[in-house]
């Protein structure tokens, strides 16, 4: 590893981290929809959350379960976001559609017999936006574990010009997190039928969270 990369890996976790914790102490935030996930937990089952790659950034500070493991690229990128999730206590599997996927899809699934949830990004890492890809919906075939959408907007922020249009909050803002309805895998629908129904569901609860900033008098950015 090059000199400049090592000291970016030293540097850049902890700094990210407290730029997140500053950012999330400055937005007025609430959260919606607990309704949907605490029973779960209350039974000692766990889930996977699904959110999309351009809401990453503040996650870590809406999630009030009792321990993640979250799926992460492979990528250099993805080293400096695991390294940066450490200092909240939540742990990375490594590995994306495109690098490490096969490995990384095989302990997600070995982890699904443990109680701890599992975090992902389906869109991620690479896109294109918005659309689910194979992974969550394999990995719900076949673990039987609900899928709960979880969305964040911000009434102020920029949007990147990446292919995710990545959301920065800006401070003094509203904020709202909200959880969905969980949904689980029915083999009658089959794949394509389930995809169809998350999607739905994410989609929903995303113009839940944006409904709910409306009452406030703001838009989500």
């Not at 937005?27 to 779960?40: A, K, L, M, S």
């Not at 979250?70 to 495109?98: C, H, N, P, W």
């Not at 490995?103 to 701890?116: G, H, P, Q, S, W």
């Not at 194979?134 to 609900?146: E, P, T």
Request: aromatic letters at 10%; proline letters at 5%; glycine letters at 10%.
């Amino acid at each position: 590893m090059k000199l400049k990369d090592r000291l970016l890996i030293a540097i850049a976790p902890p700094l990210a981290a407290l730029i997140i914790r500053l950012l999330y102490w400055t937005i007025r935030t609430e959260t919606i929809g607990e309704e949907n996930i605490r029973p779960i937990w209350a039974k000692d089952e766990q889930v996977i959350l699904s959110f999309w790659h351009d809401q990453l950034l503040l996650m870590v500070l809406g999630y009030c379960g009792p321990g993640a493991k979250i799926l992460i690229s492979a990528s250099k990128d993805g080293e400096l976001i695991a390294r940066t999730m450490r200092y909240f206590g939540q742990d990375a599997v490594r590995g994306s559609s495109s690098r490490g996927g096969r490995a990384a899809f095989k302990e997600m699934l070995k982890l699904t017999e443990e109680k701890v949830d599992l975090v992902f990004t389906p869109d991620g890492p690479k896109g294109p936006r918005h659309e689910l890809k194979d992974g969550i919906v394999q990995l719900a075939r076949m673990s039987k574990r609900s899928v709960v959408p979880m969305a964040f907007v911000s009434s102020r922020g920029h949007r990147f010009g990446s292919w995710d249009r990545f959301l920065l909050p800006y401070p003094f803002g509203r904020g709202v997190y909200s959880f969905g309805k969980p949904v689980i895998f029915d083999k009658e629908e089959g794949v394509e039928g389930f995809r169809d129904r998350l999607l739905q569901s994410i989609t929903e609860n995303q113009q839940r969270a944006e409904a709910r900033l409306e009452e406030f008098g703001v838009s989500a950015v």
